[in-house]
């Protein structure tokens, strides 16, 4: 099987490796073809593609880019892009931009049920100052005992409903794909099975992405269950997209799916590495 992770974080987004660790981790759990892919951010690239070269890694670059789209917090990640592009580095900082505000009302709220300091809390475990996230947070939560792991924390807090959550406006589903095209790359739909849209919502979505010129979606993810490999299998095939195959691996201690552990993608799809 060539194995491919097209998704995954190191400590300048929310992952807690390095770049270089991310790499060697790829590398020694047998990965062809590795991109990391940071939220927001392409400060950690020239360290993977460095790492990637000492290692003798295929690298692709990568980000994931947040979105709003129908009020619902959507992923879009760019892979091959040229990750000098102004324009793309401009839309990342502009999205990047209003962590730190939010991150403060997080905090607030948290203060509010009896949890004080979480901003000075998640900063310790931020690798990035540019790049507070809900991650840092949650790890902050399962350092002080608030939570046992990560995952209770987003049943409990900082999620919709939940103490903590501040909804935010990310960019666009237009500008997220312009950036990515702009800079040379190929867009992909993140983790699709992870957003609440009805069918209808999710048909709009996917029309919208195809006539914006994104090129394809997540079908073998950390996040899906097998059945729902089975369902983007068809989705790819029905609006033709072509498939991508990613862990969105953080951290060895908090991701299910260790990088390049994943199934094959099936044979009915395009991968997006076909002309690679
Ligand atoms: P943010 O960009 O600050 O909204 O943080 C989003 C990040 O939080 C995601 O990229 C995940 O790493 C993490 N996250 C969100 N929801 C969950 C969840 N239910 N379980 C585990 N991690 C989550
Ligand atoms: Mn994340
Ligand atoms: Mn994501
Ligand atoms: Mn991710």
């Known amino acids: 099987m060539f194995n491919a992770d097209l998704h995954c974080h190191s400590n300048v987004s929310d992952g807690t490796l390095t770049p270089m660790a991310v790499a060697e981790r790829a590398k020694a759990n047998g990965v062809d073809i ?4 940071d939220h927001d951010e392409i400060n950690g690239i020239a360290a993977a593609r460095a790492a990637a070269a000492a290692l003798d890694l295929r690298y692709v670059s990568g980000v994931e880019i947040s979105i709003t789209w129908a009020n619902q917090t959507i992923h879009i990640v760019g892979l091959q892009i040229d990750e000098t592009n102004p324009q793309l ?6 999205t990047r931009g209003g962590r730190e505000r939010r991150a403060r009302e997080m905090a607030t709220q948290l203060a509010a049920v009896g949890i004080p300091g979480a901003f000075e809390g998640a900063l310790k475990h931020v690798g990035n100052p540019d790049l507070i996230s809900r991650t840092h947070f949650a790890r902050y939560l ?4 608030r939570c046992v792991d990560t995952s209770e924390v987003f049943r409990n807090f900082l999620t919709e409903g939940n103490p903590g959550y501040v909804p935010h406006r990310w960019a666009t589903l237009e500008q997220s794909v312009r950036w990515i095209r702009g ?14 849209l009805s069918s209808l919502a ?11 010129g994104g090129s394809a979606i997540e079908v073998i993810t950390g996040s899906h269950t097998p059945d729902q490999y ?4 068809k989705v790819a095939v029905d609006y033709g997209f072509l498939a991508s195959r990613g862990s969105d691996f953080h951290s060895p201690t908090e991701s299910r799916v260790d990088l390049g552990g994943l199934p094959p993608l099936p044979d009915n799809v395009t991968p997006i590495w076909h002309d690679w």
């Not at 580095?89 to 502009?94: E, K, S, V, Y």
């Not at 800079?183 to 609440?196: I, M």
Request: proline letters at 2%.
């Open 34 to 37: 590795w991109a990391l892919t």
């Open 89 to 94: 580095l401009q839309g990342l900082a502009t």
């Open 142 to 145: 399962v350092e002080i005992g």
């Open 183 to 196: 800079a040379g790359g190929l867009a992909v739909v993140a983790h699709p099975g992870r957003y609440k």
């Open 202 to 212: 999710f048909g709009a979505f996917f029309d919208e992405f195809k006539q914006l």
């Open 230 to 233: 089975g369902y983007y299998v």
